[in-house]
């Protein structure tokens, strides 16, 4: 497998990640009440500006060599709104990155999710991703419905269930504000509820399936709430991955953080659609997205000595 090869799916690894963020911020929108009357108010808002942001740390080494990249980023910041049908619908900004000892790539650019179709807009992507430059400073539109979930009832049901069970852990103050912190701790049982939820075999949904591979390769051991008067304001979940060190302990791995945080609730929101310039078959989409995969990463005793 030549470098070349392993920067590339990193990457694809990476961008396939937008997706998921995305799904996971509207699917929580449509849901019902989590933590009392601010979640209430979060999935009736008809608009607000999310921000998203998910961390990925992978080892230094994999099968006895050096990973061109340990540390992926992917930030969004945008605004949803919903058509008549309560569809939500999202119009922001995305920005990869992927980092690792003397490698720095990143893509950045806009991105538009409607009913029916995608758009995006990229400013900068790796040549090593698009070696023609065909995707790059054009709009570029996907008839691909993103939104579409055969079992949208289920999935917000297994949401409740979860955020049901938040409980009060005092205040904290984040970005400027003074916030109610919440925790959730879930059971074995309760991740399983949830992958088999999100599973493609379910769901139907490819972004839908990353979160439940994320969820079924690691364990949830951090999820977090943050609440200011009414509104719903954050929220984290931290993944960790078990595993033995040399000498047989028990450790575990920092694999990924995602921070979802909501804010403007009610703004003036519209969601232009722009004129593209190209178009990409739903299948090249998936591959350059990530086609709902996410890379398996087993972590070796050798690579967690000190």
Request: charged share 30%; glycine share 8%; proline share 4%.
């Amino acid at each position: 497998m030549t470098a070349r090869w392993d920067q590339r799916h990193t990457w694809v690894a990476i961008v396939g990640v937008v997706v998921v963020l995305l799904l996971v911020v509207l699917a929580m929108s449509r849901g019902r009440a989590n933590v009392t009357r601010a979640a209430q108010k979060m999935m009736n808002a008809d608009t607000m500006h999310i921000n998203a942001e998910l961390v990925i740390n992978l080892p230094e080494r994999s099968r006895g060599r050096e990973r061109p990249f340990t540390k992926m980023t992917v930030r969004l910041g945008g605004d949803m709104t919903r058509t008549d049908d309560r569809t939500p619908e999202f119009g922001g900004t995305l920005y990869f990155e992927a980092r690792g000892r003397g490698n720095v790539f990143f893509a950045d650019g806009q991105g538009r999710i409607f009913r029916d179709r995608v758009l995006f807009n990229l400013d900068n992507l790796p040549v090593f991703l698009n070696p023609s430059g065909s995707l790059v400073k054009r709009w570029t539109k996907v008839e691909i419905p993103l939104m579409q979930t055969r079992n949208a009832a289920q999935v917000q049901e297994a949401l409740l269930r979860v955020m049901d069970k938040a409980e009060s852990a005092g205040k904290e103050s984040l970005g400027g504000e003074s916030l109610r912190r919440f925790t959730i701790t879930l059971t074995e049982e309760e991740e399983k509820m949830l992958i088999d939820v999100l599973h493609q075999s379910t769901s139907g949904n490819l972004a839908l399936d990353v979160l439940a591979r994320l969820l079924d390769s690691n364990v949830m051991k951090d999820l977090t709430v943050w609440v200011k008067g009414d509104e719903l304001r954050q929220v984290r979940a931290q993944f960790v991955r078990p595993f033995k060190d040399a000498q047989g302990t028990p450790q575990e791995f920092d694999f990924a953080t995602l921070t979802l945080r909501f804010v403007d609730y009610g703004k003036q929101v519209s969601i232009d659609a722009p004129k593209h310039e190209l178009n990409v078959r739903p299948h090249i989409f998936a591959r350059l997205f990530g086609g709902g995969e996410v890379e398996e990463v087993k972590v070796e005793p050798e690579e967690r000595e000190e």
